[in-house]
C-alpha cells in the first residue's frame, strides 16, 4: 500500500470555526509533512514530524496545529483562519527525514475554503 | 541556499510531439533530484528520480539524465499523449544539513489532440 490519503476533500469553514485535516499512511514511514499549495504555486513546507516528534515549524502562524497521535497519522487543527488561508492542504510522508534519495508520498489533498 | 529553476509554462503541444522541460540547480555537495507530476485536482505523484551523477530516471516513457557538469536534470518525452497535460515539479533534496526537498516553481503542460 503506498497511499497516503487525507480527509476532507474540500471543507469550508468560516473565521471563527475550529476544523481538522486529517492525514493516513500506513507504508512505515517516519517523517510526515503538512504543505499548504497555492493555486499555480510550488508546496510551501509548514510542518515536518519526524518519528512523531516536531522537527521543522515553518514559522506558521498559531491558527494552524498540526498533531501526530502515532506513526500513521497527522492532523492539522484550524482556527480562526483568515480568507488568505484558502489553499489546497498537502500532506506528504517518506521513510525518514534523514534521507537525501528518499521521494515523498503526496496524499490528494484538502481543498480548504475560508469565507 | 539550495535552489531549482524551471522553465516557465505553459508548455503548448500537440499530441504525439517531443517534450522538454528544462531544470537547473544549485547545491552543495551530491544533491538527489526528482520530477513530481500534478494532475488536476490531485496531489503531487513522484514521476521519476536520480540520486547520483549521470544517473538516468525513467517512467511512463519520460526520462530525465542527471549532469552536475551543468547542473541539470531536463525531462523528455518523445511522444506525449493528451493525458500528459498536468503540471511538472523539479526538485532536490541535498546530500548534507536539510533533507527538505527544495521544488521549482512548476512547469505547466497543455497537450492538445
Known amino acids: 500500500d503506498t497511499e497516503v490519503t487525507q480527509t476532507p476533500k474540500h471543507l469550508v469553514m468560516g473565521m471563527t470555526n475550529k476544523k481538522s485535516l486529517k492525514c493516513e499512511q500506513h507504508?512505515?514511514?517516519?517523517?510526515m509533512y503538512w504543505y499548504k499549495q497555492k493555486a499555480k504555486k510550488p508546496p510551501e513546507l509548514m510542518f515536518v514530524?519526524?518519528?512523531?516528534?516536531?522537527?521543522i515549524n515553518e514559522s506558521v502562524p498559531s491558527r494552524f496545529s498540526p498533531e501526530c497521535p502515532n506513526s500513521s497519522l497527522l492532523n492539522l487543527h484550524l482556527h480562526a483562519l483568515q480568507p488568505e488561508d484558502s489553499a489546497l492542504y498537502l500532506c506528504?510522508?517518506?521513510?525518514?527525514?534523514?534521507?537525501?534519495?528518499?521521494?515523498?508520498?503526496f496524499g490528494p489533498g484538502t481543498r480548504l475554503t475560508v469565507t | 541556499g539550495n535552489s531549482v529553476t524551471q522553465m516557465e509554462g505553459p508548455v503548448t503541444l500537440s499530441e504525439e510531439a517531443f517534450l522538454t522541460i528544462n531544470c537547473t540547480y544549485t547545491a552543495t555537495g551530491y544533491p538527489s533530484l526528482f520530477w513530481y507530476v500534478q494532475y488536476p485536482g490531485e496531489g503531487l505523484q513522484l514521476l521519476l528520480k536520480?540520486?547520483?551523477?549521470?544517473d538516468k530516471g525513467s517512467n511512463k516513457g519520460f526520462e530525465a539524465t542527471y549532469r552536475k557538469e551543468t547542473t541539470s536534470f531536463h525531462l523528455e518525452k518523445g511522444s506525449v499523449q493528451v493525458s500528459d497535460s498536468a503540471v511538472y515539479f523539479c526538485?532536490?533534496?541535498?546530500?548534507?544539513?536539510?533533507?527538505?526537498?527544495?521544488f521549482g516553481r512548476g512547469t505547466s503542460l497543455i497537450v492538445h489532440p
Open positions: 536520480a540520486t547520483k551523477a549521470d
Open positions: 514530524y519526524s518519528y512523531e516528534k516536531l522537527s
Open positions: 526538485a532536490l533534496k541535498a546530500s548534507g544539513g536539510s533533507y527538505i526537498p527544495t
Open positions: 506528504a510522508s517518506s521513510q525518514s527525514d534523514g534521507g537525501s534519495s528518499y521521494e515523498q508520498y
Open positions: 507504508m512505515g514511514h517516519r517523517a
